[in-house]
């Protein structure tokens, strides 16, 4: 692993994580390439500020479980090429249901170019301290649909609620939100804003 890159579990402590592209269970159906591991890497200034992050949701009662951090170039190539194969059907209905799946980057779910190759970007969510369950947000991780953007009419009040509990945290420990998906998050003085890295996770 590169320098000043960690795996966050090991410096925040308490920190849930469920890697989505070393597994099955993300939108294009099968581990990404670069995925390695189930785990979450970060810089050590996104890990210290995370951890910030962490504390103040704890004080409200709430954890945090990400489900992204760096992401290799490598795998955002991969979804380059998946996004340009025919259609399957099989994640398109919980993922992308109302795009075809070559528009998610011209509509801004993904990037040729993604801030999550920098190191200091996280896919993450609150879940309940007192029992484990997922704070309900209105839709899930990589929705890419106008019902996950910030703001976005069709959830109910507490969806709502919740959501911007998630932005405010973060905002106040020093990460700037992304309007397209609730879950996105890149800390606003980041250490290599203009370095695309490509080592794998694991």
């Known amino acids: 692993?590169?320098?000043?890159?960690?795996?966050?579990?090991?410096?925040?402590?308490?920190?849930r994580w469920d890697a989505k592209y070393a597994t099955w269970d993300n939108f294009t159906g099968k581990p990404v390439d670069g995925y390695l591991a189930n785990r979450i890497v970060g810089t050590r200034t996104m890990?210290?500020?995370?951890?910030?992050?962490?504390?103040?949701?704890?004080?409200?009662?709430?954890?945090?479980?990400?489900w992204d951090g760096y992401r290799p170039q490598r795998a955002v190539d991969c979804f380059l090429r998946w996004s340009q194969q025919p259609e399957d059907g099989r994640t398109k209905p919980r993922h992308y249901p109302n795009i075809d799946r070559a528009e998610m980057f011209d509509m801004g779910y993904v990037a040729v170019k993604s801030g999550h190759s920098r190191g200091s970007t996280v896919d993450l969510t609150l879940y309940h301290l007192a029992t484990g369950e997922l704070v309900p947000m209105g839709g899930g991780h990589?929705?890419?649909?106008?019902?996950?953007?910030?703001?976005?009419?069709?959830?109910?009040?507490?969806?709502?609620?919740n959501r911007h509990r998630l932005r405010s945290l973060m905002d106040a420990?020093?990460?700037?939100?992304?309007?397209?998906?609730w879950w996105h998050y890149t800390?606003?003085?980041?250490?290599?804003?203009?370095?695309y890295f490509d080592f794998p996770v694991g």
């Open 173 to 181: 420990c020093g990460f700037s939100s992304y309007a397209c998906e």
């Open 142 to 161: 990589d929705l890419m649909d106008s019902i996950s953007h910030h703001g976005a009419r069709g959830i109910t009040p507490d969806e709502a609620t």
């Open 1 to 15: 692993m590169k320098d000043d890159f960690v795996f966050v579990d090991e410096f925040v402590p308490g920190i």
């Open 47 to 66: 890990c210290a500020t995370l951890e910030r992050a962490q504390e103040k949701a704890e004080s409200l009662g709430f954890g945090l479980l990400l």
């Open 187 to 195: 800390l606003k003085d980041e250490p290599y804003p203009d370095t």
